[in-house]
């Protein structure tokens, strides 16, 4: 039955228990879930946040078993680029009125700004300094999801975002 279904269905969520209990909402995990229908983001780009979420996923796994000072930086800037894209992206604030619905225009400006920062090369060199960048980063945008576009509120924290990155890019 579930196999004759999903030949006929455009899309699949698959929930997951483990972002579940880790409070990470929606619970749909974005590995296991795929969609035949068209994205409001090009298809090409898409795809390079996936692999960067698949490489951050094995690189989280690999902690697991030899831990963070196992990895290489890159890895572990990999690591850390796929859980910001999770946390400012790909959740949502369902508490917030502003970020429960994202419109087609607010989510392509969001995620130009989530690109930039997946696709740059940091110049940071230590652990430490390279997570504390990204939690900050990820806090700034975290507050711009809850701000309503065309504000000068939300224009502030885009800049603000823009600028981290590209300070801290090489």
Known sequence: MTQATLKVVGGFHGLSRARSDARRYPAIDPLDSWSHYNSVIEQERVEKARKILRKGNEVN??????????????????????????????????FSDTDATTPIERQKVMFDVVEKALLAEYS????????????????????????????????????SLIEKIEKSAQ
């Open 124 to 159: 940071i060199k230590e652990k430490p300094a390279l997570r504390r960048f990204f939690m900050d980063l990820q806090q700034t945008f975290i507050d711009w999801n809850d701000k309503p576009m065309g504000t000068a509120e939300f224009d502030s924290l885009k800049r």
């Open 61 to 94: 796994q690999m902690m697991k078993v030899v831990g963070e000072e196992g990895t290489s930086l890159a890895d572990f800037a990999i690591y850390l680029k796929s859980e910001f894209l999770d946390a400012v992206y790909l959740q949502q604030n369902a």
